[in-house]
């Protein structure tokens, strides 16, 4: 048998002598061109199955594309492939693809050109902002009352830098949509979990209280678990600072509102009181500002102030504490009628 390209005369591999067949031998079958995928939204790269964000280089992402797109002879043992990039022209990439190995017990090596383009695609977090998809809606409203427009323009001051703090390390963490409602905001955020901090910290900020639900909203086959929606209201109270609240049978002036607690006066004994947010359901609001009026007093005692009720004008004596040690006959003082009692405001 004579080989089919120099006519020698030895075994044959394929029709060919050992050195025409190791001549014409390709280690690789190169396409031609590969590619990888990068997000055109925030320039996240596929990786196998996974979009890869950050600290994956250009050699390492044209690596991983040639190796993917390229076939390696099945002849060829102890295969080492290396690549390397030439020049880049904007989305294409010139490589060299050297591929070693070694066939009929020969050591064999061989470069090959290719090109790598870029395709370019949206990866799922990107497809989930730009189709609309959130998992939780931040419900701002006010306990019993309108919210006010200074109340509405801070928590969205509020909620767009959290987001842009956010969003650094959770893509999902966006508001996709702001929707005014009768009864208050509603803000549909990307992500459960951003949507769980930014109401934690608006309550920290505002006070309230917030409650959560959820329902399924669908299921994710490719995960087989049920998709949840989240409605997490933070409700900021009915009160305000300088207003009057009942709680435990006494009248309070609110001082001052915290994350955790509220302070007010207690105007049955003069002093301050904190209150958990907890027991805000057992707190209602009896007045404000507009309902303080101004009175005479009558008579002073060592222990009793004597001043007129602002709405019958009759006499009525008050509880004389500490800090009224100051006030006399004659003179004008601010007071309150809540229920019915009189309480004097310092
Ligand atoms: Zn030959
Ligand atoms: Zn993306």
Redesign the pocket.
């Given at each position: 048998m004579f080989?089919?390209?120099?006519?020698?005369e030895?075994k044959l591999y394929d029709g060919?002598?050992?050195?025409?067949?190791l001549k014409e031998f390709e280690l690789v079958n190169v396409p031609e061109y590969a590619t990888f995928t990068v997000c055109s939204h925030c320039g996240a790269t596929l990786k196998h199955d996974k979009w890869i964000e950050s600290a994956y280089y250009d050699d390492e992402i044209i690596n991983d594309a040639i190796q993917k797109d390229i076939t390696i002879n099945e002849k060829l043992e102890n295969v080492e492939i290396t690549t390397e990039i030439l020049t880049n022209r904007g989305t294409m990439y010139d490589c060299i693809i050297h591929a070693y190995g070694q066939v009929l017990e020969e050591s064999i090596e061989k470069d090959y050109p290719i090109e790598v383009k870029v395709v370019k695609g949206v990866c799922p977090d990107c497809s989930k902002f730009h189709s609309g998809y959130y998992e939780a809606v931040i419900q701002l409203r006010a306990d019993d009352r309108k919210l006010e427009d200074k109340e509405i323009q801070e928590a969205d001051e509020f909620i767009s830098s959290e987001i842009q703090r956010l969003c650094k390390t959770n893509k999902l963490a966006y508001v996709t949509e702001r929707i005014v409602l009768k009864e208050g905001i509603d803000y549909q955020v990307g992500s459960h979990n951003a949507a769980h901090k930014i109401a934690e910290n608006m309550q920290k900020q505002f006070g309230g209280i917030i409650t959560e639900s959820r329902k399924i909203v669908g299921h994710d086959k490719s995960k087989s678990r049920d998709l949840y929606r989240s409605w997490i209201s933070v409700r900021l109270p009915s009160f305000h600072k300088d207003d009057f609240i009942e709680y435990k049978n006494n009248v309070l002036r609110i001082e001052k509102i915290g994350s955790h607690k509220f302070v007010g006066l207690n105007l049955e004994k003069y002093e301050s009181e904190s209150i958990s947010w907890k027991e805000y359901d057992k707190i209602v609001k009896v007045g404000n500002t507009d309902d303080v009026k101004a009175t005479t007093v009558t008579n002073v005692t060592p222990t009793e102030i004597q001043v007129l009720d602002p709405d019958t004008y009759m006499t009525v004596d008050l509880n004389k504490k500490d800090t009224m040690k100051n006030i006399n006959i004659g003179q004008e003082i601010n007071v309150i009628k809540l229920k019915n009692k009189i309480y004097i405001i310092m």
């Open positions: 080989c089919l390209l120099c006519n020698n030895e060919l002598c050992k050195s025409c067949y």
